[in-house]
T-cell receptor
Framework: EAQVTQNPRYLITVTGKKLTVTCSQN?????MSWYRQDPGLGLRQIYY???????DKGDVPEGYKVSRKEKRNFPLILESPSPNQTSLYFC????????????FGSGTRLTVV | SQQGEEDPQALSIQEGENATMNCSYK?????LQWYRQNSGRGLVHLIL?????REKHSGRLRVTLDTSKKSSSLLITASRAADTASYFC???????????FGTGTSLTVIP
């Protein structure tokens, strides 16, 4: 089944403790992206990647890191999480750039206390 | 911000009625997409309309695009309770490779 898999689904952590949210797609998509969703703010793009070893900042990249060492994986790293990073995070992929529709993962609900 | 704005923010209709929601944006686009999100779940791609297209259909969905007014509409005909969800538009600009999502329309279909 074609899908984007995110892990974990739920995560509660403490301020400052580094964490990684994994994202993997099995569709050979070139484009991958991370979003955060907050009430009243919609989805905001954190980072995106056009292909392996190519990453670019979205609208809200502060406090996040990403890497794209393999085409299928695009992990999101929070080096020192803070409470304002409490949010619902989505990974998404598309065949190529923004000319095609996204396939979204199921989401990761992160709480930083 | 290029972020699309959906209108209305919330819509409640009876099963069998049609639902129309609108999206406005600010700058020229390459394409515009509509997505559905069931509560707390991942978004599901519904339809993509390119800037040179005016109307597209997919099942009970009809999307229109008016680039002169920088707006799009999503019509869901003969709505069902299962259509209850949030609906988002996303715009892809002519330059760059980002998507910009609106804040969504929350649709409730009453059985």
């Amino acid at each position: 089944e074609a899908q984007v898999t995110q892990n974990p689904r739920y995560l509660i952590t403490v301020t400052g403790k580094k964490l990684t949210v994994t994202c993997s797609q099995n569709m050979n998509h070139e484009y991958m992206s991370w979003y955060r969703q907050d009430p009243g703010l919609g989805l905001r793009q954190i980072y995106y990647s056009m292909n392996v070893e190519v990453t670019d900042k979205g609208d809200v990249p502060e406090g996040y890191k990403v890497s794209r060492k393999e085409k299928r994986n695009f992990p999101l790293i929070l080096e020192s999480p803070s409470p304002n990073q409490t949010s619902l995070y989505f990974c998404a992929s598309s065949l190529s750039g923004n000319n095609y529709g996204y396939t979204f993962g199921s989401g990761t609900r992160l709480t930083v206390v | 911000s290029q972020q699309g704005e959906e209108d209305p923010q919330a819509l409640s209709i009876q099963e069998g009625e049609n639902a129309t929601m609108n999206c406005s944006y600010k700058t020229s686009i390459n394409n515009l997409q509509w997505y559905r999100q069931n509560s707390g779940r991942g978004l599901v791609h519904l339809i993509l309309i390119r800037s040179n297209e005016r109307e597209k259909h997919s099942g009970r969905l009809r999307v229109t695009l008016d680039t002169s007014k920088k707006s799009s509409s999503l019509l869901i005909t003969a709505s069902r309770a299962a259509d209850t969800a949030s609906y988002f538009c996303a715009t892809a600009l002519n330059t760059g490779n980002q998507f910009y999502f609106g804040t969504g329309t929350s649709l409730t279909v009453i059985p």
